[in-house]
C-alpha cells in the first residue's frame, strides 16, 4: 500500500503561481507513477500532470500546457506540481494519486492509491 498526503493548495488571483507537493509513504518502491488530477464540482475528474517514478519520465495534459509542470524527488518521496499563470478555470480539488503496474497514465481508473485532495481557487 501506499499512501499519498497533498498539500500546497490555497486561494489566488488569476495569474498567480501555487505549487502542489504529493507526499508518498509505504511501499513507494513498488509506484510506477504518480499523477495529479482534478475535478471541479459539476464535473469529472480530470488528468493533469503525471511522472514515471523510475527516470522521471512527464506527460502533461494539453489544457495545462506550458503553464504546470511536474516534478519528483525520489529521496524525499515527494512530487510536486508546479503551477503558474493560473487562471479561474483551474479551479478545482486537486489529487495525487499513485499507479503501482504499468499502463496508461492518463486514466483515473489506473491508479491504486489516492490522496485526500488539496483545495486550489482561483478568483478572476
Known amino acids: 500500500q501506499v499512501q499519498l498526503v497533498e498539500s500546497g493548495g490555497g486561494l489566488v488571483q488569476a495569474g498567480d503561481s501555487l505549487r502542489l507537493s504529493c507526499a508518498a509513504s509505504?511501499?513507494?518502491?513498488?509506484?510506477?507513477?504518480v499523477g495529479w488530477f482534478r475535478q471541479a464540482p459539476g464535473k469529472e475528474r480530470e488528468f493533469v500532470a503525471a511522472i514515471r517514478w523510475s527516470g522521471g519520465a512527464t506527460i502533461i495534459a494539453d489544457s495545462v500546457k506550458g503553464r504546470f509542470t511536474i516534478s519528483r524527488d525520489n529521496a524525499k518521496n515527494t512530487v510536486s506540481l508546479q503551477m503558474n499563470s493560473l487562471k479561474p478555470e483551474d479551479t478545482a480539488v486537486y489529487y495525487c494519486?499513485?499507479?503501482?503496474?504499468?499502463?496508461?497514465?492518463?486514466?483515473?481508473?489506473?491508479?491504486?492509491?489516492w490522496g485526500q485532495g488539496t483545495q486550489v481557487t482561483v478568483s478572476s
Open positions: 494519486a499513485a499507479r503501482l503496474g504499468l499502463g496508461d497514465v492518463r486514466y483515473a481508473n489506473n491508479y491504486d492509491s
Open positions: 509505504g511501499r513507494t518502491y513498488s509506484m510506477y507513477a
